[in-house]
């Protein structure tokens, strides 16, 4: 998008405040997640940022100097508003069962997010939370490749969750997984599984993110230090 990763605004020392016009680079990320939230990643530019905040473009870029600088701050926004506790619980899945759900929501709420994830995650609201994660996994015993692999598992659940619960908003979602469902009846000669077990009309998102997760805590738990072999 026209910046090295060397050159994210993460690795820029920000420039001094001048007297000018009341806009600061909080006024500008608010406006830029509401456009995002409103319109999609597709419609975001300088111009019509700048159009919507009631200034000019030069003012603009005197907070920010390109388009990645804006996305990078506004998905830093919206992990900001996964809630952390003032304090880990000290049990280690609670903590990283409330984190996840926080994430979760944080994602529906604002479903462009998912696809910015690609980008460098190096915001001070992004670190605060990648660090209560590794805490919590860390006080439960892991390390080492062990601790990145159940980090990143934990990430990518919540994020391809998300994704695709996003997917679904704003059709008709009865009425798509009615279809879905006649579908695989259709073809139970070759989907039998599906047709049996697969019933989309039956699926509750949160009660399915929070038995996916278990799952995932569940088997992390399993292979812990200390813990039972598995028959």
Known sequence: MGSSEAERIWFRDAKPRREGPPLSRERIVAEAVALLDEEGIGRLTMRRLAERL?????????????????LDLALDTVFGQARLPEAPSGDWRADVTA???????????HPWAAGLLGRPL????????????????????????????????????VIGSSMMQAAWQGRDEAAVRRAADEHLRERRDRYPVLAEHGHV??????????????????????RLPGAAPSR
Do not use: C
């Open 122 to 157: 190096m915001g001070p609201n992004v670190l605060e939370r990648t660090e209560f994660l590794h805490a919590a996994l860390v006080r439960a015993g892991l390390g080492g490749a062990e601790l990145t692999a159940a980090a990143y598992g934990l990430a990518n659940y």
């Open 99 to 109: 984190l996840a759900g926080e994430w979760r929501a944080a994602m529906l709420r």
């Open 54 to 70: 009631g200034t000019g473009s030069t003012t603009l870029y005197w907070h920010v100097q390109t388009k990645d600088d804006v």
């Open 201 to 222: 009309s039956g699926n509750d998102w949160d009660a399915t993110f929070a038995h996916g997760l278990a799952y995932l805590l569940d088997g992390i738990a399993a």
